[in-house]
């Protein structure tokens, strides 16, 4: 089994608000990994005295803990644990009713002898590639379709019709597209954060089977770069408007 991540700041020596880790216990078949991206937070941070930063760092780690620790809880339920855990350590100093409190879009799967479970909440992406070479891409599309439907996206954050992030409320686990794949039928699984997956979302050099096919032959540092290349070549968005010229971008690879 291979596991190989890579994850970079849009801006260099800024805050890189992703985080990734992966956890294997010593004499098991199984594992879990983590991948969220974090949102970036307005000028006044959603009345929060801690960094996206420290947010993603605390849920990602604790999500992780429990995804190894408590295989009787499914990965939802992990998820659900962890925001949780993660809002009551910022409880007493932070308004967490605010909008933008510190958030995350998740990415996590956890594997053991025979299947693999998955969870993907927002707009990050999980790649699923069997023993054929075919990609399937997990995706929660709901801002796409809001977007698609000429929607304004950001006032439908975490509310019924809209889209949803791990933030302050458990109970959103609810809302994460999840499923079970048997081990016999994948070949390899990799986890980008939006920014990673620019080459396919944004700038369409790409598509997922290339972008699966790149990680497994040369890595996710390659990924990153290939990415960073297509927004250095329209570094102020003219070109390919986007929300943000360059972004934190995070992949992880895991071969089976």
Known sequence: MRIETATAPGTPGAPNEDFVAAAMPAGGHGGALVLLDGVTPPPDNGNCVHSVAWFTA????????????????????????????????????CDLSHPLTPQATVVTVRWDGRELEHLVLSDSALLLEDPDGQVTAVLDDRIDRLRAAGRRVAPLRNLPGGFFTAAADPSVSA????????????????????????????FGVDDWTAT????????????????RAAEDADPDGTAVPRGKPYDDATAVLLEL
């Open 58 to 93: 605390r849920l990602g780690g604790k999500l992780l803990e429990l995804s190894v620790s408590r295989p009787d809880l499914t990965l939802a339920e992990c998820l659900s644990a962890a925001i949780g855990v993660t809002a009551d350590a910022h409880r007493s100093t």
């Open 212 to 227: 699966m096919s790149l990680l497994r032959k040369v890595g996710p540092e390659a990924l990153l770069t290939r990415v």
């Open 175 to 202: 809302k994460a597209v999840t499923g079970r794949t048997p081990l016999t039928a994948l070949r390899a699984v990799a986890a980008l954060s939006d920014g990673a997956a620019r080459g396919v979302e944004v």
